[in-house]
């Protein structure tokens, strides 16, 4: 594993099914990589979560062979036991599995850390923080859902008007407990709330088609990249 960039003040993450030609997915990936890209956020969708199933488990293991790329697993299933043992057999960097679907949060936590491989959890918009009071120490991320997952195919789907808010919490719940916890947001991630949010304790930005342009992968996340450098070293001066 690629543990040095879990160090990082601050790590982009690019969406494969937002910017990714699914036809060249290969070819995609590569350009990424080449680009500057150093993490991979990989949707996982079984279709009865969320009504969308862009990928399979045979495409994630097939690419999981052509790429050094860490990949950051968003799991969205109902039934996750299949799911998480498929991936850990395939060999990625983090699971982070949805608490709304899972009767068994903890137990779920020690599966996947047992293997070396970081977890977390996923909540969606309006699942309160509450749900992770017991178990948040043994969380190596915390993904926030900032539009309900799914519906991000649908312009109309903007995100939810207390993201910042509930951001905020739980960076402060983690700063309490002293923990290294990151933070992940997903959902309509702009420039704009990048540079708001990188000053209030997220950590991991998922980034899409808001942010990166499929038809000008390679420029567009070099562009990214160049921007986010000089948010953080404008913040670093503060």
Not at 20 to 29: F, G, I, K, Q, Y
Not at 154 to 161: C, D, H, I
Not at 170 to 195: A, M, W, Y
């Amino acid at each position: 594993m690629n543990k040095t960039i879990w160090n990082q003040k601050y790590i982009l993450s690019p969406s494969l099914i937002s910017v990714c030609n699914l036809c060249r997915l290969e070819d995609s990936v590569s350009e990424l990589e080449r680009a500057g890209a150093e993490m991979l956020h990989v949707d996982l969708l079984d279709g009865h979560f969320s009504p969308s199933m862009p990928l399979g488990l045979d495409t994630v293991r097939q690419l999981r062979a052509r790429t050094e790329l860490p990949f950051d697993v968003h799991l969205m299933a109902t039934e996750q036991d299949f799911f998480v043992k498929e991936l850990l057999d395939i060999g990625v960097e983090q699971i982070i599995f949805h608490g709304e679907c899972e009767p068994h949060i903890d137990y779920r936590l020690d599966q996947i850390r047992s293997r070396g491989v970081r977890a977390g959890v996923a909540l969606k918009p309006a699942t309160p923080l509450s749900t992770l009071d017991y178990v948040l120490e043994k969380c190596d991320t915390v993904l926030l859902m900032l539009i309900n997952p799914g519906y991000a195919g649908s312009r109309a789907e903007k995100q939810v008007p207390y993201a910042n808010r509930k951001v905020q919490e739980l960076h402060r719940l983690i700063q309490e407990r002293g923990l290294p916890t990151k933070v992940e947001i997903d959902g309509r991630v702009s420039r704009e709330n990048i540079e708001d949010f990188v000053g209030k304790g997220v950590d991991i930005f998922v980034v899409g088609s808001t942010c990166l342009k499929k038809e000008d992968l390679s420029a567009s996340t070099q562009e990214l990249l160049g921007f986010c450098g000089s948010v953080l070293g404008e913040r670093g001066k503060q």
